[in-house]
């Protein structure tokens, strides 16, 4: 398990320590120890049967993390395990056996090892539970006053905030675990990383005075609002899955284009396009790519944002969005509504309506053919003006397979085959958004609307070829706004960006304008810093917009 995320490189490498290897090798041991006690204790001091239960809760947590993080790139957490049905879907079910490649023999291994294990002469059994039981608490404490004395003696004191969890004070005082989730895991384990987080966070904090002062500094800041916004007009936008920059204005041999639809976007002086939009997620992904656009917050780095809102109020763009000639606000979903707690997340984005596969008739997720054809019978019905908000799926990892449809393209030799099965998909993406704007344009809501096209996170795989190289951004879109575009900013900007450049694009005044800043801002510049990841997190952890 461990091996797997070092080997695919998904440890934040900015926040290794040069005793991350040896923190693992003390943290596993540390792990199977207080397992192996708790399962001797468990089982009556029967040996064989407390190496089984060892071994198959071990084996299946490794075999549960491999899956996991080959699509999301985060290890298995106990807070998705308590939500571990959304992850049943066909969608996801039936590329577990793409998930899978040589070098995880290991696992087939490991059960070999077991099983020849178990065989050993009975008659030594009892000697053995005798001296594990003496030896047990021994080891334990031996393990952990080697990890802490190693840090003692060799750490610079100020570096390091020692305790049970394992918070790390960084240089502008802020961490545990924070920005760094992968390799916090790494280097202290389960039972002194995801449980303590799990069982012992305190539900809500008391921010002081100065927190206080330091939160004001955003909520308080009023944006600049366009001299003339947009008028009486719809909002769709359309949140794209793991939509990577780099995909858009590819042209192979022959003049073969991966995106020619939204190619012809952003040719179009009328449509704001931006390829250089910097991904703000946390560990949750999908969750914290909407989250941002709906909530123009943060998301927590130190745990899932999603397990810890239940009671937190937002100031949803939904509800903002209804200050605009009262606007219908709803989401159109590809997955059932269960998925990322979607039903109470609407509620607090200030989405009064949301539809969903279920309401779709279909008893697995929906592909984008299906989703963008759901969305057209939504609008429809719709009184104008309205919000939508429309959640893609089928660009989402892995890429061992192509799109939904087969496409011929001569790809460069030096792109590796999971990178041309994901512009496969782009292409596929590309073909149901045109099909989408061709029914908008034919029903006359295209002049009616203004519709905005982003994406929640950059594709998680491990690229090999010459794609590696390509600059780590997802693109903007901004259709048929009607504004002064020569005055929008068209640089390196943040996904929490979009909901204030919302905002200022209708005209909405709101003391919360939202972490990021406005792309029609006189000043733009980046705010998007630990400083900024710090009032977020304690905005929601303080319960700010909570009405007492």
């Known amino acids: 398990m461990h091996r797997f995320v070092l080997n695919e490189g998904s440890l934040e490498i900015s926040y290794y320590t040069k005793f991350v290897f040896i923190d693992n090798f003390i943290s596993i041991l540390f792990d199977v120890s207080i397992l192996t006690l708790l399962a001797y204790v468990l089982t009556l001091g029967r040996m064989k049967l407390t190496l089984v239960v060892v071994f198959v809760l071990t084996w299946l947590w490794s075999f549960a993390n491999v899956i996991y993080a080959r699509f999301f790139s985060q290890y298995l957490t106990l807070n998705v395990v308590s939500n571990a049905s959304n992850l049943m879907d066909s969608f996801f079910v039936d590329y577990i056996p793409l998930a899978f490649g040589a070098s995880d023999m290991v696992l087939l291994f490991t059960m070999i090892a077991c099983v020849i294990l178990l065989k050993t002469n009975k008659k030594n059994e009892d000697k053995l539970s005798f001296g594990f039981l003496v030896c047990a608490p021994f080891v334990l404490a031996f393990l952990y006053l080697s990890l802490h004395g190693i840090r003692y003696l060799l750490v610079p004191a100020t570096h390091y905030k020692d305790s049970f969890l394992g918070y790390v004070e960084s240089k502008n005082g802020f961490g545990n675990y924070n920005f760094a989730p992968n390799v916090w ?40 609002t366009l001299d003339k916004p947009v008028e009486r007009k719809n909002l769709i936008f359309i949140l794209v899955e793991s939509y990577w920059a780099s995909s858009s204005g590819l042209t192979f041999s022959g003049g073969q284009e991966v995106t020619p639809f939204l190619n012809s976007l952003r040719s179009d002086s009328s449509v704001y396009f931006n390829e250089k939009v910097k991904a703000n997620i946390g560990n949750c992904m999908s969750f914290d790519g909407q989250f941002i656009y709906m909530s123009g917050l943060l998301p927590m780095q130190s745990e899932s944002t999603l397990s810890y809102l239940n009671g937190v109020e937002l100031c949803g763009l939904g509800s903002l969005m209804k200050l605009y000639a009262n606007k219908e606000t709803r989401m159109v979903l590809p997955t059932a509504p269960s998925v990322w707690n979607q039903t109470d997340m609407c509620r607090k984005y200030g989405i009064e309506e949301l539809k969903s596969s279920l309401d779709f008739n279909s008893k697995s997720f929906l592909c984008d053919e299906e989703l963008f054809k759901f969305a057209k019978q939504e609008d429809e019905k719709a009184k104008s003006p309205f919000f939508s908000v429309v959640l893609t799926l089928t660009m989402h990892s892995p890429y061992e397979v192509g799109a939904p449809k087969d496409y011929d393209f001569s790809f460069p030799a030096g792109y590796s085959s999971g990178y041309c099965n994901y512009l496969k998909r782009c292409k596929y993406l590309d073909e149901q958004i045109e099909s989408y704007f061709k029914y908008l344009k034919e029903s006359g809501l295209y002049d009616e609307s203004v519709i905005v096209i982003a994406s929640d996170h950059l594709p998680l795989y491990d690229w090999t070829g010459d794609e590696k190289a390509f600059p780590e951004y997802m693109p903007l879109y901004i259709v048929n706004s009607g504004l002064d575009l020569s005055k929008a900013y068209d640089g390196e900007i943040n996904q929490v960006d979009v909901y204030p450049t919302i905002l200022d694009m209708f005209g909405i ?17 980046n705010v998007v810093n630990d400083s900024a990841y710090i009032v977020s997190e304690k905005i929601i952890r303080g319960r700010y917009f909570n009405k007492d």
Do not use: A
């Open 185 to 224: 895991n790494f280097e202290l384990g389960f039972f002194r990383c995801q449980l303590p987080l799990y069982l012992g966070r305190p539900e809500v904090i008391d921010l002081t005075e100065e927190d206080k002062r330091q939160i004001e500094t955003f909520v308080k800041y009023i944006g600049k």
């Open 509 to 525: 005044e709101s003391e919360w304008r939202g972490i990021g800043k406005s792309i029609f801002s006189d000043d733009y510049s």
